[in-house]
């Protein structure tokens, strides 16, 4: 099992940033791809950013240029660095692990980012 532990959410105003973290634990040694995901009210899931175990990022077009993910294995921490926050950023962010890109997703608990105006 892999347990997934996000923190870091909270309410900031437009233009600023905050940075999710998500701390895994348990079998995470076949975790080759790490995430988050993203789910506003009335809307659907949706990927953020993914990091594979060789530091390849892969990114939704709506956050390039202001999300950045990373990952320090030695830690077992998965970053989201978010800067320039818009209000449609407001969501429930959700840290994932999978092994591979058919995988199952695992989920973490999720972590709320309210940006206001």
């Known amino acids: 099992q892999v347990q997934l532990v996000e923190s870091g959410g909270g309410l900031v105003q437009a233009g600023e940033s905050l940075r999710l973290s998500c701390a895994a634990s348990?079998?995470?040694?076949?975790?080759?791809?790490m995430g988050w995901y993203r789910q506003a009210p009335g809307k659907e899931r949706e990927l953020v950013a993914t990091i594979d175990r060789d530091g390849s990022t892969n990114y939704a077009e709506s956050v390039k240029g202001r999300f950045t993910i990373s990952r320090d294995d030695a830690k077992n921490t998965v970053y989201l660095q978010m800067n320039s926050l818009k209000l449609e950023d407001t969501a429930v962010y959700y840290c994932?692990?999978?092994?591979?890109?058919?995988?199952?997703?695992?989920w973490g608990q999720g972590t709320q980012v309210t940006v206001s105006s």
């Open positions: 994932t692990a999978q092994a591979g890109i058919i995988a199952t997703i695992r």
């Open positions: 348990g079998n995470i040694f076949s975790m080759n791809i």
